[in-house]
């Protein structure tokens, strides 16, 4: 009855830290966005939310402890999301 | 991958790695869904800056920050049920995911009286109110109901499925020696909870 997949047992208490960031960062999306920082806002919303989705993953979702083909095509899947945004919007201001 | 195929308790066949990547891929499949919509919502904003402005004020606040609370903490129960498993306290585990359920169902009556209150201002697709409004706001409050309407689908089918994990704790078939089950239904919890974290900002906070 050995452990099968190489478990790494992520403790109690570090999982309510990680919530506990997660609260923050909900709180500092909400403050930044009083603010009107014009074109920045949507920047800021999005990378904190990035963080918080890295956050979710990681620990959470136990990526940090998975083998290297899973993070792999995980981070893969992310960086085509991205791309795909990006060769979107290159159009767009392209012909605005 | 050699380390996945060890034989594990009874059966000699049970692969926790295969249906974990199993669950990754389908997950993937999810980002797709979401991500065409998000697409289409990054679109219909860069086109309609300040209507999607004017729709977002009209949306509740508080209402979506307790929302976005609601459901960081049950990805929170859910991965401290987890690490209960692992730890062989079975009853521990059990009552977490039951607290995820009850956070799931606090999130969907809060979502119900977002919803009427828009439908009651008329704003649901196809309503005299929606049919007014400029082709930015129309566009805005379609996504606004579409998006979240998918996401709230996907909290019930998470609910439901963290049901039956909870059942298959009670009954001993997820257990400290097994709990890939567990283990993929907290994924598709917490994917719940990734797409909520970016739909939060998007719709109730973007000025």
């Known amino acids: 009855m050995s452990e099968n997949h190489t478990e790494h047992v992520v403790d109690y208490k570090f999982n309510i830290l990680v919530w506990m960031d997660l ?74 | 991958m050699s380390t996945s195929t060890i034989s594990h308790g009874h059966n000699e066949h049970f692969d926790s790695y295969g249906k974990k990547l199993g669950m990754w891929l389908f997950l993937f499949t999810e980002v797709l869904l979401f991500g065409g919509l998000f697409i289409v919502y990054a679109t219909y904003r860069f086109l309609n800056h300040d209507a999607f402005h004017e729709g977002s004020a009209e949306l509740n606040l508080v209402v979506g920050a307790i929302n976005t609370v609601v459901l960081l903490t049950s990805s929170l129960t859910v991965a401290l049920s987890i690490t209960a498993i692992q730890k062989g306290n079975s009853k521990r585990a059990f009552n977490l995911i039951v607290v995820t359920i009850l956070l799931a169902l606090a999130f969907l009556v809060n979502k119900y009286f977002e919803w009427h209150a828009k439908y009651d201002h008329g704003l649901f697709p196809g309503m005299d109110h929606f049919k007014e409004l400029s082709t930015g706001e129309s566009q805005f409050f379609f ?27 009670k009954k001993g078939t997820v257990n400290k020696d097994r709990y890939i089950y567990l283990e993929n239904g907290g994924l598709y919890w917490h994917l719940v909870d990734v797409i909520w974290i970016y739909l939060f900002p998007l719709f109730y906070l973007i000025i």
């Open chain 2, 143 to 169: 996504l606004y109901f579409f998006m979240t309407g998918l996401h709230a689908i996907h909290v019930i089918v998470g609910g439901i499925l963290l049901g039956v994990i909870a059942y298959y704790i």
């Open chain 1, 23 to 96: 609260l923050i960062f909900t709180l500092i999306t909400i403050e930044v966005a009083q603010f009107d920082l014009q074109d920045l806002t949507v920047v800021v919303a999005l990378l904190v939310a990035s963080v918080k989705t890295f956050l979710v993953g990681s620990y959470f979702m136990h990526l940090k402890f998975e083998n290297r083909f899973l993070q792999a095509i995980v981070i893969g899947v992310a960086v085509i999301f991205v791309l795909v945004l990006i060769l979107l919007f290159s159009d767009y201001l392209f012909f605005k």
